[in-house]
Nanobody, 115 residues
Framework: QVQLVESGGGLVQAGGSLRLSCVASGSIFSIYLMNWYRQFPGKQRELVAVITSGGSTNYADSVKGRFTISRDNAKNTAYLQMNSLKPEDTAVYYC?????????WGQGTQVTVSS
């Protein structure tokens, strides 16, 4: 079992930055694929960024060049650095940990970008 707790969301003006953190507990963090998703009101969650256990990353086209996913296995923490934020980035952001059939979610953190 893995517990995930996100933090770092909030209100920011367009062009600003936020860093989301996801602290994991309860299992061997370093072997998990870590993902960040976001969910717009009335929509399904969409994948924003991925980081493998080996540190390889991938991003949705909408955030490439603006967002950076990283992980610190010593701190059992994944991060999402979000720069040049736009109002259309406003959503609830979720941390996700995945290993084979195991799939865990955090509670989500609200990010609001004002124009």
């Amino acid at each position: 079992q893995v517990q995930l707790v996100e933090s770092g969301g909030g209100l920011v003006q367009a062009g600003g930055s936020l860093r989301l953190s996801c602290v994991a507990s309860g299992s061997i963090f370093s072997i998990y694929l870590m993902n960040w998703y976001r969910q717009f009101p009335g929509k399904q969650r969409e994948l924003v960024a991925v980081i493998t256990s080996g540190g390889s990353t991938n991003y949705a086209d909408s955030v490439k060049g603006r967002f950076t996913i990283s992980r610190d296995n010593a701190k059992n923490t994944a991060y999402l650095q979000m720069n040049s934020l736009k109002p259309e980035d406003t959503a609830v952001y979720y941390c996700n940990a995945r290993l084979a059939l195991k799939n865990y979610w955090g509670q989500g953190t609200q990010v609001t970008v004002s124009s």
